[in-house]
C-alpha cells in the first residue's frame, strides 16, 4: 500500500501503471469470446458479436458508457446470464456444458460493495465457498484467516460483522472471499465504485501486488477510464449496443484510438495519461536545502525541504521563513504528491506541479528523501523522447 506522508500526497502517483509486473510466460488463451450476442425477450441487444481473448494471467479491464454491454459481457463467463448466441469458452472448454453453480464455484466474483452475507462473521464469510466444496469448517477458517492477512486485514476483524466494518474494508473481504477457493479466474463488476477516490486508490494497488503475487485471470469492470488504464494490461472499450470498440494494451488505446467515439470517451487529457507509461529514469534529479524536524534553522533565502529521523519528506519551509525555536510539522507549508523513482514520468510531472516550491521531490521504494526535479526537466525528457522516435 502507498505510504502517506504529513503534508504529501501518496507517494507513489501512480507507481501501477509503471510497466513494472513480473513478465508472464506465454500460456493458453483462458477465456474467449467467439461471436458472443445476448439478445433480451423485449428485443434489446446487451452484446453484439462479441470476439475477444483473455490471455492467462492477466488484468483485462471491460469500459464504457452505462448500456454498452460490459457488464453482460462479464456475467455470460459465470452464466450469471447466458448468451444468445456464439461460444464462451474457459481453458477450452464451452460454459454451456457446465453445470452453472458448479462453474461459478470455480470462477471467483466480486461484485460492487461487495455483496457480503450480512448475518455471518467476516471470517464466515470468506470460508463461504471453501465450505460448499466440502472443506471442514476447521480448514475453512484456516485458509480465510490466511486471505484476510493476504488483503491486508487484521485478524481481529474475522470476527465481526460485514455492518461493522468501513466500505473498504468490506470490498477487501469480498476480494479474499473471491480467493478463498483458490480460482484461476477472477471476475470483478465495479468492485471499487463505491468507496472514496482515496479508499479507491489503495484498493486497486491492492489488486495490484495480490496480481503479482497469484498471477490470476482476471476480467474488471468499470465505468472509469482512468481506473482502466491504470490497472489493465489490456482494456476492452464498448459503445452503446453491446459493440466493442476497441480492445488494446492502454497506453496504445491512449496513443491511437480507433475512433472517435473511443477519442471522446478517453478524454481531451489522455495526452497527460499516456505519461503513465512513459520511462523517466533520464530525469537528473539534484539536491535541495533540507532540515530535520527538532532543528534549530536561521531564515534562508530559498526553500527548504524538511525531513524525518527516517529521511522522509514532512513539508518546506518557505524561502525567508523563520523559526522561533525548534522545527516542528505543524509550522511547514503542505508538500505536494512524491515521486518514486523507477515510476513513470506523469508521477514526475505531478510531483513538480503539486510542490508548493516547484521542486518535486524524490523519494525511493522506502519512502527516504533523494533528491527535487522541475517540471521543465520532465518537460524537456519528454520532448527528448518524443524527438527520437520521429
Known sequence: MPCLCRGFGLRSFDSAAAGKRPSRPEGPRVIEFRAVTKRFDDGTVAVNHLDLTVDA?????????????????????????????GTILVDGKDVRSADPPTLRRGIGYVIQQAGLFPHRTVLDNVAT????????RRKARSRAAELLELVGLPASLGKRYPVQLSGGQQQRVGVARALAADPPVLLMDEPFSAVDPVVREGLQDELLRLQAELDKTIVFVTHDIDEAVRIGEKVAVFRQGGVLAQYAPPAELLARPADDFVAHFVGKDRGYRALSFVDASGVEIREVATASIGDAVSQASDWRLVLD??????????????????????GLEPGGSLYTLGTPVRGALDAALSSPSGLGVVVDEEGRYAGVLTARQVLDLIEAQRGSRR
Open 309 to 330: 529521523d527516517g529521511r522522509q519528506p514532512r513539508g518546506w519551509l518557505p524561502a525567508g521563513s523563520t523559526v522561533d525555536g525548534q522545527v516542528t510539522e505543524d
Open 57 to 85: 494471467g492477466t488484468i483485462t479491464v471491460f469500459v464504457g458508457p452505462s448500456g454498452c454491454g460490459k457488464t453482460t459481457s462479464l456475467r455470460m463467463v459465470n452464466r450469471m446470464i447466458d448468451a444468445t448466441s
Open 129 to 136: 465457498v471453501p465450505l460448499l466444496f466440502g472443506w471442514t
